[in-house]
T-cell receptor, first 105, second 112 residues
Framework: GIQVEQSPPDLILQEGANSTLRCNFSDSVNNLQWFHQNPWGQLINLFYIPSGTKQNGRLSATTVATERYSLLYISSSQTTDSGVYFCAGGNDMRFGAGTRLTVKP | DTAVSQTPKYLVTQMGNDKSIKCEQNLGHDTMYWYKQDSKKFLKIMFSYNNKELIINETVPNRFSPKSPDKAHLNLHINSLELGDSAVYFC???????????FGPGTRLTVL
């Protein structure tokens, strides 16, 4: 099956900083998604982005399908951005191991 | 209205018991899924149903049996619970296989 690698595994930011999270796939996918799991355990859809670029407020994502990777940008981070960010894709929806983000006030 | 709901939210039980977790979606989606999230937060797909038919069945013990009475419901029955079954179980749905997924709130199962 498809392998999904996320980097970095852990990230600590000061409030207001920007960051980029990366997701690499071992094979092409046509249904890449980004999720945020908040400290209460809820999995929240961020982007469904098989290709191209999307923006939603301070968050944006870019997927380059031909090169099998996707990037999630967080700008002006806030403490409420803390949690684990997952990417997933493929017919059997393989998840990466996640990036654990901590934003300090 | 909750799009994907699961009951119960918490489940604490003894080893050897049989338990069920229910999932319902009111989005009109054709495909539903069960995932297991372990203590290290790793999410792994267990089953997927499309229009009540099983399409993904990962390597899980046969003590786990999904049941889909209709395309809005996908329940998970677990026999002879073991300590290692303790985890958070998430249900999800999507319009069809491979499209955007929406997750339920999760069920935290603790086996004592």
């Amino acid at each position: 099956g498809i392998q999904v690698e996320q980097s970095p595994p852990d990230l600590i930011l000061q409030e207001g900083a920007n960051s980029t999270l990366r997701c690499n796939f071992s094979d092409s996918v046509n249904n890449l998604q980004w999720f945020h799991q908040n400290p209460w355990g809820q999995l929240i859809n961020l982007f469904y982005i098989p290709s191209g670029t999307k923006q939603n407020g301070r968050l944006s994502a870019t997927t380059v399908a031909t090169e099998r990777y996707s990037l999630l940008y967080i700008s002006s981070s806030q403490t409420t951005d803390s949690g684990v960010y997952f990417c997933a894709g493929g017919n059997d929806m393989r998840f990466g191991a996640g990036t654990r983000l901590t934003v300090k006030p | 209205d909750t799009a994907v709901s699961q009951t119960p939210k918490y489940l604490v039980t003894q080893m050897g018991n049989d338990k069920s977790i229910k999932c319902e979606q009111n989005l009109g989606h054709d495909t539903m899924y069960w995932y297991k999230q372990d203590s290290k937060k790793f999410l792994k797909i267990m089953f997927s149903y499309n229009n009540k038919e099983l399409i993904i069945n990962e390597t899980v013990p046969n003590r786990f049996s999904p049941k889909s009475p209709d395309k809005a419901h996908l329940n998970l029955h677990i026999n002879s619970l073991e300590l290692g079954d303790s985890a958070v179980y998430f249900c999800a749905s999507s319009p069809d296989r491979g499209s955007e997924q929406f997750f339920g709130p999760g069920t935290r199962l603790t086996v004592l």
